[in-house]
């Protein structure tokens, strides 16, 4: 009886998180102008904060990869500025970590733009342990409602080379 009742439980969150992550990848569209389906967001927390790419899963789709390159410049420049509406409008205002990002000050998160291969990346740093904690809440956040559009990154040193996610990252 229990198995049965855990079994039902279990169903119901899938389905749950199903309909959460259709929700977001409708909302999605409507803020980031590259297709989800035909990119992969990957979030690799380090210490002092994390790395947030977007590629293209088809490395030769050359408008995916400008319209990720687009999008990951301009949130970049609005989240230095405090600005993180498009998050919370594609997630929401509830959203774990988004309230302490918000409401950081000027310079105690430094995020950086890099072109890579098939896409960009933002590269979250902060010296305060908080917005660290924050960051990887957010992240955390956008893992389970991007579902099989993203992926967690693991960082780890290949023959000289940082990987994320078995990709090549940039340090």
Do not use: C, N
């Not at 169903?11 to 803020?31: C, F, M, N």
């Not at 302490?100 to 590269?123: F, H």
């Not at 389970?144 to 960082?155: P, T, W």
Request: proline share 4%; hydrophobic share 50%; glycine share 8%.
């Amino acid at each position: 009886m229990l198995a049965a009742l855990l079994s039902t439980a279990a169903l119901v969150a899938s389905a749950a998180d199903a309909q959460r992550q259709a929700e977001v990848a409708r909302r999605g569209a409507e803020v980031m102008p590259f297709s989800l389906a035909a990119t992969t967001h990957v979030f690799t927390e380090t210490a002092d904060g994390g790395v947030q790419r977007v590629v293209a899963k088809r490395a030769d789709d050359a408008k995916q990869i400008a319209l990720v390159r687009e999008h990951l410049h301009a949130i970049q420049a609005a989240f230095s500025k405090g600005d993180f509406s498009a998050p919370a409008q594609i997630h929401g205002m509830q959203m774990p970590g988004l309230a302490t990002l918000k409401a950081a000050k000027p310079g105690q998160i430094v995020i950086a733009y890099q072109d890579v291969p098939a896409g960009a990346e933002l590269t979250y740093r902060s010296a305060d342990a908080t917005l660290v904690a924050a960051i990887h809440r957010w992240f955390g956040a956008q893992l389970a409602d991007h579902g099989h559009d993203a992926m967690a990154g693991a960082m780890h040193h290949a023959g000289g080379m940082m990987m994320m996610g078995g990709m090549p990252a940039s340090k």
